[in-house]
């Protein structure tokens, strides 16, 4: 019996939503993002809008995404607002800012210190479907289990809606430094050899290097692989214009050690 030459291709299930580019954004190096990135907004005048967007707005920026996400996939979802993100089917970079600067206005309203909580997350998508007269409802939901969660991420992802979600603060010790790995894939996504995967050094994770920790944070779902082999879930995320993954175990035994049901859940569209 012939060994499977690429057996994180076999033994892996991936769903995702329809458009894999997510968000292409044009940044100045002519690249495309893949999402928006609250970094783009200055940090120079404090309590300045930007400022504020920059330090606090991940919500407001995925929220800005998911409009964005709905515009391109369906021309009927195209409002006045989308519009000034989107010309001629492109998003530039100076023309997304503007575009998340009407968001944070007209609907979320970034605050210094706690951002937008999730419920107002939740709210400022139903404020703004009902404006535009589009069919989806959203809420922020308290207290899931770890198989309530992952049923709902299923669910969007295939209706090909982004899972809005968050790592929240420590809880109830909300000066605590605990946080939750985010990872990078070692292999381009696009590369469909194995030649710059060293399989000596694959953990669990295989194709994935650990890049970064976050907390108090808010990311959007695009993607979710379960992972046969090693018994794995991992998510697909959209965080700082850059697509990264998730171990779903670690993220929840974040919550249950650290996080919170109340702060670390998701937004629920249907």
């Known amino acids: 019996m012939v060994s499977d030459p690429r057996p994180f291709k076999t033994n892996a299930h991936e769903k995702s939503i ?4 997510y968000i292409p954004v044009i940044i100045s190096d002519g690249s495309y993002s893949y999402g928006g990135n609250q970094g783009w907004f200055s940090n120079d005048k404090w309590l300045s809008m930007d400022y504020k967007i ?3 707005g991940c919500g407001t920026v995925a929220v800005s995404d998911l409009f964005l996400y709905w515009a391109i996939k369906n021309p009927s979802y195209n409002t006045k607002e989308t519009e000034l993100a989107i010309n001629n089917g492109r998003i530039n970079k100076e023309d997304y800012l503007n575009y998340v600067r009407r968001m944070h206005k007209r609907y979320t309203r970034t605050s210094m210190w706690i951002g937008v909580l999730g419920p107002k997350l939740a709210s400022a998508i139903s404020s703004y479907n009902k404006r535009h007269d589009i069919k989806y409802k959203a809420s ?4 899931l289990s770890y198989e309530d969660m992952l049923e709902i991420i299923n669910e969007m992802l295939e209706n090909d809606i982004p899972v809005i979600f968050s790592v929240g603060p420590n809880t109830p010790n909300l000066w605590g430094k605990m946080k939750v790995n985010i990872y990078t894939a070692e292999r381009d996504d696009n590369d469909n050899s194995d030649d710059n995967v060293n399989r000596e050094n694959l953990n669990y994770l295989h194709q994935y290097t ?3 920790t976050v907390s108090g944070h808010y990311m959007t779902i695009t993607g979710i692989i379960n992972d046969y082999e090693y018994g794995r879930t991992i998510i697909c995320v959209s ?12 993220y929840r035994y974040y919550i249950d050690n650290y996080g919170g049901t109340y702060t670390s859940s998701l937004i629920y569209i249907r």
Request: aromatic share 26%; hydrophobic share 20%; charged share 40%.
């Open 54 to 56: 920059r330090n606090y």
């Open 210 to 212: 650990g890049v970064k």
């Open 18 to 21: 329809s458009n894999t580019d």
């Open 239 to 250: 965080s700082w214009g850059k697509k990264y993954y998730i171990d779903y175990d670690e």
């Open 140 to 143: 922020w939901k308290w207290r």
